[in-house]
């Protein structure tokens, strides 16, 4: 099970932190990746990490703002959202894949349920 948490609202380059909490089996061969999605859109990548090597993957959108992270010993990955803007305005999944650095949606089979991020400017 996935459990997102950590979203609210922000003004315009301000920063929050989401936090995806993992449970219920062990990761060591999964990517974990956030996607969003607005109204009316398809569901957005935005950045994932491979549980184990800890590589990285990021939406050119939010190249050099976004950082992911994980805490092995807490099951938890992390997004770190910096310098926000009003079109990071979205509903934040976290998920789980078994393939190596997946970018697509129809490549994550577990989704939790998301958590909402307003940027006002």
Same mark, same amino acid.
């Given at each position: @099970?996935?459990?997102? /948490? ?10 929050? #932190? ?7 089996? =062990?990761? /060591? ?7 969003? @999605?607005?109204?009316?859109?398809? #569901? ?13 993957? +990021? =939406? ?17 990955? +992390? ?13 934040? +999944?976290? =998920?789980?894949? #078994? ?8 490549? +994550? ?11 006002? /400017?």
């Amino acid at each position: @099970q996935l459990q997102a /948490s950590g979203g609210g609202l922000v003004q315009a380059g301000g920063s929050l #932190r989401l936090s995806c909490a993992a449970s219920g089996r =062990a990761f /060591s061969d999964y990517t974990m990746g956030w996607f969003r @999605q607005t109204p009316g859109k398809e #569901r957005e990548f935005v950045a994932c990490i491979t549980w184990s090597g800890g590589t990285t993957l +990021y =939406a050119d959108s939010v190249k050099g703002r976004f950082t992911i992270y994980r805490d092995i010993a807490k099951n938890t990955v +992390y997004l770190q959202m910096n310098s926000l803007k009003p079109e990071d305005t979205a509903v934040y +999944y976290c =998920a789980t894949t #078994r393939l190596w650095l997946g970018a697509t949606a129809e490549q +994550y089979g577990s989704w939790g349920r998301g958590t909402e991020v307003t940027v006002s /400017s």
